[in-house]
């Protein structure tokens, strides 16, 4: 597959159906990090994050046989909006597995746009076996939250419009959890920055990703006790051999320096911004030396916070 090819298709593609998202600046931000930082704010893309873009992405290529059917995904919250909203635009039917522990506001937010919501329990397993039934059961596509291609390169025209504005970026970071956005981004990286290199943050708490691109395997979560509850899930078989390749480094952080970082974006940047989205920002907060005096841009993955249950 010619990836460069497939990133700008994709982009024009869904370009009606998302927002260009803006990119915020802070000097007092800049002097913290010893960093000239460029954050990319996806917590400003509809259903407030980066996955309506890989959403999009993927719907807009099924067949016309394929959409009457409509689509199944498992997701606990922003994939499960993204496929819902999209759907909802192009009059297609939306079946979402979503863990009976889910937010229940993730769950009225699906409703809302129209998604049919199917609960099973909230172990992997579980999800994917509830999603395999409704795929039998209706004939639907079932498309994965982070892993199929076409959703990782949907996810990838972020940092290719953050690019085609910053063309002189020396580092993209970004967000890992399934992988779906840290391998969209390594590859609008690779093929569109100039001599730019793709980082990734992680909580110590589900460091899965950490641990894979160190084995080379793809390693599982024995524990997901994160404040970042958009990153506890793991690499697929698609989106890790572009990780293995083209990704620098994966930065840790632990909880606290997760929410330090989330609270100074909404101090200063004066935007909302959920746990998951912190992360980047606060990898380079804790490797300081590594981004000293670089140009770095920062995906801010999205905003779908529970205003109810702040961390500060």
Avoid at 109 to 129: D, H, K, Q
Avoid at 276 to 291: I, M, N, P, Q, Y
Wanted: aromatic residues 6%; proline residues 4%.
């Amino acid at each position: 597959m010619n990836f460069k090819e497939e990133l700008l298709k994709a982009h024009s593609r869904i370009l009606p159906y998302i927002h260009q998202t803006p990119v915020l600046t802070s000097h007092l931000l800049d002097e913290i990090s010893s960093a000239q930082l460029f954050f990319k704010c996806e917590n400003f893309q509809k259903m407030g994050a980066f996955k309506m873009r890989g959403a999009t992405n993927a719907i807009l290529q099924l067949t016309d046989e394929q959409k009457a059917k409509g689509v199944v995904t498992h997701s606990s919250g922003n994939f499960a909006q993204a496929i819902a909203l999209s759907t909802k635009n192009l009059g297609i039917k939306a079946y979402i597995v979503m863990p009976k522990n889910a937010p229940q506001v993730k769950k009225e937010a699906v409703l809302g746009y129209g998604g049919i919501v199917i609960e099973s329990e909230s172990t992997p397993i579980a999800r994917e076996n509830k999603a395999d039934e409704v795929v039998e059961e209706t004939g639907a596509t079932f498309i994965h939250p982070s892993n199929d291609i076409p959703v990782i390169i949907g996810q990838g025209t972020a940092a290719l419009e953050l690019l085609k504005s910053h063309p002189d970026l020396d580092i993209i970071i970004a967000p890992v959890g399934g992988g779906g956005l840290l391998g969209g981004t390594a590859l609008a990286v690779h093929y569109f920055g100039e001599n730019c290199k793709t980082f990734a943050g992680e909580p110590d708490e589900a460091n899965d990703a950490f641990r894979s691109l160190k084995s080379g395997k793809i390693e599982s979560n024995k524990t997901t006790n994160t404040i970042a509850d958009g990153l506890r899930t793991q690499l697929g078989e698609n989106n890790f051999p572009i990780i293995k390749k083209y990704v620098s480094a994966i930065i840790c952080v632990s909880e606290a320096e997760i929410i330090a970082a989330m609270k100074l974006i909404w101090e200063r940047l004066k935007i909302v911004i959920e746990p998951s989205s912190a992360v980047a920002f606060a990898a380079v907060l804790k490797d300081k030396e590594r981004f000293k005096n670089k140009k770095v841009g920062i995906i801010l993955s999205g905003g779908n916070v529970d205003l109810s249950n702040l961390p500060f």
